[in-house]
Each structure stands twice: as structure tokens, then as C-alpha cells.
């Protein structure tokens, strides 16, 4: 493990720039990367514990859990380290849960989400005895229900509820709406909650609701918690007590530095929704505990001029390392590590993928860059690393923590012996 010195005095917790040098938690990242190499992650462990309790705190007394939806970012050290604060855990596959219970969580902490959950990744979480599979049909339900019946053991279950929300959010990760593909219809819901007394292998134990991702209008999300408690209620007329409510996640951040909701606004909204019920909430976030929690840091490794005002940095991190610009043409801050005075100039700073796509950052006033400079996209903690890929045959990038004013290495750097572990050059395996 390697670190890096110790910090005396107290810092902010995240990334600020101290004496013209971009630091973390106290610790300057210039020297990080001079140790560590790019392209790599760098997070900030006390960010982590502040965002979490930013929204565990704002609950005040009313009973709750927070799920970490492991999407956004399934290290192990960042899963352990919310484990450590009281997270519980949301997975979108069986192999995230198997994760999840590598991180410490228990399978009564873990809830499965996922539109297309297999016959295996089902079976497995049956007999696992998670806190709930978060239902996304009838059939998926019936699916459900037969694994149960054959292990003899009854299936926790949460319908997950389709409300025809508008998160008002990219179309790519609005998952509120009738015309999206996740969740069961109302009308459906209803007429499947009137089987399950008939179904002694499925116990109801709450309704589920999640409008999409980067939510930063709070009426949707209020409207989505409003909604969930009124079936919750429907529910409890029909002789049907749940355990809890789900009201999804998806709070966003700010990726350009524009105001957006507040944790404690947030669940005043979904609480005040709630409250009425009487029943705790379950919450699922991700990207706002972990988003701005993590910054990419890419080098300059050529520089070429791209019309009169403007030049073109090609940096060793691209849609390899941060596939959101190129998915959804999502802005990130960028800035060098190191603070200039200098007049600034006009910049498309772009990966080396074999893409046209691979623009990390278009229309960019920066001070002037040099071959060798190392700049920080911000908010990357998020659908970095998780969505990271080895197009073009390149290796994933190491990541770092950042803890108690030192570093330490939470993922190494990939190597082309990793890579190629799992193929087999000749006629591949023998056939058994």
C-alpha cells in the first residue's frame, strides 16, 4: 500500500485549491498523480461521510434506511466505508449482491432492483432471503413465486409502480414514465395486489417507486413519494399492512456549479409525503453520495491546433474512463491541478478512443496547457470507474482513497495479463 505524507492542519472536506494547487481532503493530487500515474480515480473519504450524513441526518427521527445503490460506484473500499456508517444496499444484479455481501451487508440490508432479473439471478436471491426483490411484472412475479414454492421458502417481494412521472431529467435515465421500460402500470399494480392473499409463498412488504436519475427538480420527487403513500394507504384498506415505503432514489448534483436540491429539503419532501402512513421510508442514492466524492485525473499527451481560437487536449482519459459525455453528452468541470494567472484560452479536450464521440469536455476556456500538464474532470465519482471499459484494448485505471491525510491504492492498475486472463489463444477450452 503506498501513501502519501500526513496532513497536520484541518481541511474542507473534498477537493479545493489551497496555495494555486488542487488538493483532496488535504493532500495535493499533483503528487498523487506523480506516484500513481493517469488516468486514475481519486476520492475523498471525509466527502463520503459527509454527504451521507447530510441525508441520514435529515431524517431526524423518522425511521428510515438509506440503500446505496451500488451502480453508481461498487468499489469494495467505498461500499465497506458506507457499511461503516449504517448504509444498507440497493443491487441491480446478483453479481452486485455478491458484491454487497463482500462489502459486509447482510442479505436482510440488501434490496434487488433490475428490469430483467435471469432465472438464476432469481433463484439465487429467493433462497438468499434478501430484505425484497423489487418486482417489475407480473410474470416476474409468478417467476418469483414458483422458485419459492419449489425451496419452500416465501419470497419477500416490493412492487415496483410505474407512476407516468416526469423526472425532467436526460431521456436515457428517466425511468418514471409509462412510455419507460421499468416498473408495473397502475391499473396492473392494483389488479396484481388483489392476487397476492391467495399466494402464501409471497409477502408484500412494500411498494416500490424510482422516476429516473439526476433529479434536480424536487416536485417529481415529491410527487413520486405522494404517490407511493396513497397506494401504501389503498394497501392498508384492502387489509394489506407493508413494512415500508420505497420512494426510490435519484437526487442529483451539480456538474456546473448550479444550485440544485439540498438533502434536507429532499426528505422534508418525501417525509412530509410519507408521514401520513406512519411507515419508515426506504431510500436508494448513489450518484449524490458518491458523485462529487471522486474526481478522474487525466494527462495532456498532445496538443493540436482546431480552428484559429482554439486548440485541441488530447488527454490519456477519455469515454474509457467517463462514459457520460459521450452517452449522454453530460458536462464536467475541468481544471488543471495547478492554478495560473495566465490569460486563458479556448480548448476541446478530448480522449485518445478511436471516436469522435471521445470529447471529455467541448468549448473550454482553461489556462493554457502543456504537454505533460494533469487536469481534473470533477464529479466523476459516479458512472466513472463503474462504467468504465477496455475498448481499444485499454487497461481500467487504478483508483485511490484519500483518508485521514493520507492515500491508498483501492483498485491497482490493470494490466494486460488481467485482460487476458480469461481468453484462450488456440482452440479455446476443451468442450466437457
Known sequence: MISGGIVESRFVAGFSLVDHHLQCDGVDLGAIAAVEGTPLYVYSAELLRARFHALDDAFGTYPHALHYALKANSNLAIGRLLHGLGSCADANSIWEIDVARRMGFRPDQIVFTGVGKS???????VTLGLKAINVESAGELARIEALAVAHGQPARVAVRINPDIDAKSHPHISTGLKINKFGVPVDAARELFTTLSGRPYLKLVAVHVHIGSQVTS???????????????VELRRMGMELEYVDVGGGLGISYDGSPVIEPRAYVEAIVDAVRPTGLPIVIEPGRSIVGPAGVLLGRVIDLKPRNAISDFAVLDAGMTELMRPALYGAFHRIEPLRASGAEPRHYELVGPVCESSDVVGRDRMLPPLAIGDVVAIRDAGAYGSAMASNYNRRPLPAEVMVDDGHWHVIRRRQSIDDMLALEFGGKGAPVR
Open 218 to 232: 424536487l416536485e417529481p420527487l415529491r410527487g413520486a413519494a405522494e404517490f407511493v403513500a396513497a397506494i401504501a
Open 119 to 125: 432465472p438464476e439471478e432469481l433463484e439465487r436471491a
